[in-house]
């Protein structure tokens, strides 16, 4: 008998199901269902309070969902503690600052190359050491702080500190990498750097971006989540949602879609 040729989705990278968080009485997440395909490009926007950093914590484990369940990569990790999903291959950033702020730009990226989260130390193979300290110089390269690499985090500006948490959220080397609000305080220019670093990624590495910079934004995602009050409320391309109502009327007059 002939085989029939069928053509199958890839299995989606992250899918949340009914995802609710609660706080005392401020309930932060509704009912959220999510699918995001491997190598997708996925920003999610909002007003202030949408819940999209409730979202992404609930995404990298920072807490449990009062309800719903959490799939990454296959796996059930509602209950998985972060270190946990970061080893599966989630890479974050936060949008207070994580970096270790007394050591120079190369040791934040070779930390990182590591795999060393705050509190959590590891013992590194010799041989492996040189890999990683290259890796470290790469990135530095790469986000443009080469020539600041033996200078410590606390003397660099904010937006080369903001360059630094990408680079170390991507030396990394993620299956799955989540940024929230890369371009909050960047310069112009940076924000073009920043652009051109996120089109430019391995299309294998799937992106979720938080970002209130329109420009930014949708110039990155191929696939926009919008939220508003602790849900989703409209989903589509760049171009769906520049054209829609709803989203005109959340962010009129904050200026934020000026770009689009
Ligand atoms: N740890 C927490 N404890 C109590 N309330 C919280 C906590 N985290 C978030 N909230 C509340 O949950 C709601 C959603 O917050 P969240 O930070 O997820 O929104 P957001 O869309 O990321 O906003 P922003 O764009 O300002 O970062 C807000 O009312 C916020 O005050």
Do not use: C
Not at 32 to 50: F, K, W, Y
Not at 87 to 95: A, K, M, N, V, Y
Not at 116 to 145: F, N, Q, W
Request: hydrophobic share 45%; no cysteine.
């Amino acid at each position: 008998m002939a085989a029939t040729a069928t053509h199958e989705e890839p299995a989606p990278i992250l899918r949340l199901t009914g995802i609710d968080r609660r706080f005392g009485g401020v309930h932060a997440v509704r009912g959220v269902d999510l699918q995001v395909r491997p190598g997708e490009r996925r920003a999610v926007l909002g007003p202030n309070g949408a819940g999209k950093t409730t979202v992404f914590n609930l995404i990298s484990g920072e807490f449990p969902p009062s309800a719903g369940r959490v799939e990454l990569f296959g796996l059930d990790v509602t209950t998985l503690p972060a270190r946990k999903r970061a080893r599966l291959g989630l890479s974050r950033t936060f949008q207070t600052s994580r970096l270790f702020a007394g050591l120079s730009v190369e040791d934040n990226l070779y930390l990182a190359a590591l795999g060393v989260s705050a509190g959590h130390l590891r013992l590194v193979p010799s041989g492996k050491d040189g890999t990683l300290r290259a890796a470290a110089r790469a990135m530095a390269e790469r986000i443009g702080l080469d020539t600041r690499l033996d200078d410590l985090v606390m003397d660099l500006s904010h937006g080369e500190q903001r360059q630094l948490e990408v680079g170390m959220a991507l030396v990394a080397e993620p299956k799955l990498l989540m940024l929230d609000e890369p371009a909050a305080g960047l310069s112009r220019a940076e924000r073009v750097r920043l652009t051109e670093t996120l089109i430019g990624l391995d299309e294998d590495i799937t992106l979720i971006l938080i970002e209130h910079d329109m420009d930014v934004a949708l110039r990155v995602a191929k696939w926009v989540t919008m939220m508003h009050d602790g849900r989703v409320i409209v989903e589509g391309t760049p171009d769906e949602i520049r054209a829609n109502q709803t989203v005109h009327d959340l962010y009129l007059g904050s200026g934020l879609i000026a770009h689009a």
